[in-house]
């Protein structure tokens, strides 16, 4: 029998996802003898080892694992061109992959999920949340969120919201601190800074009030990289944070965080849904891009300002 390079890309893929040539081969009803000689005859053609085997587990090798997302992007697109060409193709189907940072994955798109889910029930979402900038194309990333300008040339970029900022603290550290009146008095407090990974740059947060405006750019006490760590920080009385409007509502009803000099605002950072030019945009991906937008622009906490 004439070797299938199709079939051999879908029994590997199934193996990194369940991690076992037994569970692919039932999974895909076929003998396991027949996975077997698939991938052997996929590592054959590639020149390369694409599994590490155990007598607990099968996990894809570094090669493996990049073979692995390009491989299950072809795969997914020729799927999406089958179904495009027959009676269901108005039905969106396959795997989005989607990165955010991770206030806009907490506050906003995994509480709406079950919704987007009863919209598109064929559509299965890998979703990353972190403050890192991926690269999409390497990463194998459909489609991101991303927050600030972007000037990724290769990037196909739609702004879609703004995420809004307040600085805040907790009533334990206000109450044994000297009280905070105008921007000035914040050179006596203990500030606490976010630094974004990656680039290291720190979040300079700039006050404004009418055509005044005030620059937080002391020494901080601590730094931090990571968005919940940060808000925590400010939770148990560290020092005074400028976190994500949305972030902080919560805290702020329940009085566990206060709201400080509240007449003066932060500037938001406009958030965009970014994905690769030379990548096609796929019906699974439009769908999610359009719901992720929709709800971003209707909600008030993360919509662009007029």
């Given at each position: 029998?004439?070797?299938?390079?199709?079939?051999?890309?879908?029994?590997?893929?199934?193996?990194?996802?369940?991690?076992?040539?037994?569970?692919?081969?039932?999974?895909?009803?076929?003998?396991?003898?027949?996975?077997?000689?698939?991938?052997?005859?996929?590592?054959?053609?590639?020149?390369?080892?694409?599994?590490?085997?155990?007598?607990?587990?099968?996990?894809?090798?570094?090669?493996?694992?990049?073979?692995?997302?390009?491989?299950?992007?072809?795969?997914?697109?020729?799927?999406?061109?089958?179904?495009?060409?027959?009676?269901?193709?108005?039905?969106?189907?396959?795997?989005?992959?989607?990165?955010?940072?991770?206030?806009?994955?907490?506050?906003?798109?995994?509480?709406?999920?079950?919704?987007?889910?009863?919209?598109?029930?064929?559509?299965?979402?890998?979703?990353?949340?972190?403050?890192?900038?991926?690269?999409?194309?390497?990463?194998?990333?459909?489609?991101?969120?991303?927050?600030?300008?972007?000037?990724?040339?290769?990037?196909?970029?739609?702004?879609?919201?703004?995420?809004?900022?307040?600085?805040?603290?907790?009533?334990?550290?206000?109450?044994?601190?000297?009280?905070?009146?105008?921007?000035?008095?914040?050179l006596e407090h203990r500030y606490l800074g976010f630094t974004f990974p990656g680039s290291g740059k720190q979040l300079t947060a700039v006050l404004q009030n009418g055509d005044k405006s005030f620059a937080i750019d002391q020494l901080p006490a601590m730094r931090f990289n990571h968005g919940g760590a940060y808000i925590t920080a400010g939770l148990?009385?560290?020092?005074?944070?400028?976190?994500?409007?949305?972030?902080?509502?919560?805290?702020?009803?329940?009085?566990?965080?206060?709201?400080?000099?509240?007449?003066?605002?932060?500037?938001?950072?406009?958030?965009?849904?970014?994905?690769?030019?030379?990548?096609?945009?796929?019906?699974?991906?439009?769908?999610?891009?359009?719901?992720?937008?929709?709800?971003?622009?209707?909600?008030?906490?993360?919509?662009?300002?007029?």
């Amino acid at each position: 029998m004439a070797f299938d390079r199709l079939e051999a890309m879908r029994a590997f893929c199934r193996i990194v996802e369940v991690g076992s040539f037994t569970r692919a081969a039932d999974s895909l009803n076929v003998a396991k003898t027949t996975i077997s000689g698939q991938i052997q005859g996929l590592e054959s053609l590639l020149s390369v080892k694409l599994l590490h085997r155990t007598t607990r587990r099968v996990t894809p090798t570094t090669d493996g694992a990049a073979y692995y997302q390009r491989a299950r992007a072809v795969l997914e697109d020729i799927d999406e061109l089958e179904m495009s060409v027959s009676q269901s193709r108005s039905e969106a189907r396959g795997r989005v992959r989607v990165e955010m940072p991770s206030p806009v994955g907490t506050c906003l798109i995994i509480p709406s999920l079950s919704d987007f889910s009863t919209l598109h029930p064929n559509i299965q979402l890998d979703i990353g949340c972190s403050e890192r900038v991926v690269d999409l194309v390497q990463e194998g990333i459909d489609c991101a969120f991303r927050g600030g300008p972007v000037t990724d040339q290769e990037l196909v970029c739609r702004p879609v919201g703004q995420m809004h900022f307040c600085l805040c603290a907790s009533p334990a550290y206000l109450s044994n601190t000297d009280p905070i009146l105008k921007p000035g008095d914040l050179l006596e407090h203990r500030y606490l800074g976010f630094t974004f990974p990656g680039s290291g740059k720190q979040l300079t947060a700039v006050l404004q009030n009418g055509d005044k405006s005030f620059a937080i750019d002391q020494l901080p006490a601590m730094r931090f990289n990571h968005g919940g760590a940060y808000i925590t920080a400010g939770l148990t009385g560290l020092g005074i944070v400028s976190v994500p409007r949305a972030e902080a509502n919560p805290h702020l009803q329940s009085g566990k965080l206060v709201e400080i000099l509240s007449d003066w605002t932060l500037p938001g950072m406009p958030i965009s849904l970014v994905y690769p030019y030379s990548r096609h945009l796929s019906a699974r991906v439009r769908v999610f891009v359009d719901w992720a937008a929709a709800l971003m622009a209707n909600d008030p906490d993360w919509k662009l300002s007029a």
